[in-house]
C-alpha cells in the first residue's frame, strides 16, 4: 500500500481564516479521498479529488467551504474556509491503495478552530 | 441511506481473553467488508478485509461474514493491552462506488 504524507499535523486558527491541508502519496493514484470526524463519531466523507477534474463533493459539503485541489496523480490539498469553531476536527486524507482495496490514510491534521 | 452500526462500547476485556466485535449493515448487495483500527490521536489503520461468507484468520484476527444476517465480525484472539483501540467496520455497498460507508466504531480496552 502507498505511504501518505499528510501536513499539518495540527494547528489552532482563528475564525474566518482558511487552513490548507496538504497530502503527498508516494505513488500515483487515481482517487483520493477527504474525510472529516469529529470527536467520537466516525469518519464523513467530504469529497472524492480527481486528477484533472473538479472534485466531488458528498451531501453537506460545498466547494466554496472546502475547496479542493488535485494537481497530479500524487498530491492533493484541502482547503478548510472561512472556519468556524463548528468546524474544528480531524480531517483525513486517503487512497485506495490498501490491501484488497482497502483504504490508507494520511496521518490527520487536528484542526482547533478558536 | 446505507448505513453501518456498531456498539460504541466501551467494550472491556482481560489480557488474554477472546474480544468479539460486531457491525450490521444495512445494504443487501455490499459485498467488501472491512476492519480498521484506529488509535486514539492516530488515523485509521487497515487490518483485515473480507469478501466471501464464512471466517477469515489472520494472525490472532478473525473476520466473520454472514450476508444472509448482514453481519459482520472481528475477533481477537490473546488481547492484549496493545489492542486498546477504537475498531471501525466499513462496508463498500452496492452500486459501483468503491467509496466505504464506515461505522461509529466500537473502542476496545484490554486490561492486564
Known amino acids: 500500500s502507498a505511504v501518505i504524507s499528510q501536513k499539518p499535523s495540527r494547528d489552532i486558527c482563528q475564525r474566518g481564516t482558511s487552513l490548507t491541508i496538504q497530502c503527498q502519496v508516494d505513488?500515483?493514484?487515481?482517487?483520493m479521498f477527504w474525510y472529516r470526524q469529529q470527536p467520537g463519531q466516525s469518519l464523513t466523507l467530504i469529497a472524492t479529488?480527481?486528477?484533472?477534474?473538479?472534485?466531488?463533493?458528498e451531501s453537506g459539503f460545498v466547494i466554496d467551504k472546502f475547496p479542493i485541489s488535485r494537481p497530479n496523480l500524487t498530491f492533493s490539498t484541502l482547503t478548510v474556509s472561512n472556519m468556524s469553531p463548528e468546524d474544528s476536527s480531524i480531517y483525513l486524507c486517503?487512497?485506495?491503495?490498501?490491501?484488497?482495496?482497502?483504504?490508507?490514510f494520511g496521518s490527520g491534521t487536528r484542526l482547533t478552530v478558536v | 441511506q446505507k448505513e453501518v452500526e456498531q456498539n460504541s462500547g466501551p467494550l472491556s476485556v482481560p489480557e488474554g481473553a477472546i474480544a468479539s466485535l460486531n457491525c450490521t449493515y444495512s445494504?443487501?448487495?455490499?459485498?467488501?467488508f472491512f476492519w480498521y483500527r484506529q488509535y486514539s490521536g492516530k488515523s485509521p489503520e487497515l487490518i483485515m478485509s473480507?469478501?466471501?461468507?464464512g471466517d477469515k484468520e489472520d494472525g490472532r484476527f478473525t473476520a466473520q461474514l454472514n450476508k444472509a444476517s448482514q453481519y459482520v465480525s472481528l475477533l481477537i484472539r490473546d488481547s492484549q493491552p496493545s489492542d486498546s483501540a477504537t475498531y471501525l467496520c466499513?462496508?463498500?455497498?452496492?452500486?459501483?462506488?468503491?467509496?466505504?460507508?464506515f461505522g461509529r466504531g466500537t473502542s476496545l480496552i484490554v486490561h492486564p
Open positions: 505513488s500515483q493514484v487515481t482517487m
Open positions: 466499513a462496508v463498500i455497498p452496492s452500486g459501483g462506488s468503491y467509496i466505504p460507508t
Open positions: 486517503s487512497d485506495t491503495t490498501g490491501a484488497d482495496y482497502g483504504y490508507t
Open positions: 479529488a480527481n486528477q484533472g477534474s473538479e472534485a466531488t463533493y
Open positions: 445494504d443487501r448487495g455490499s459485498q467488501s
Open positions: 473480507i469478501y466471501s461468507n
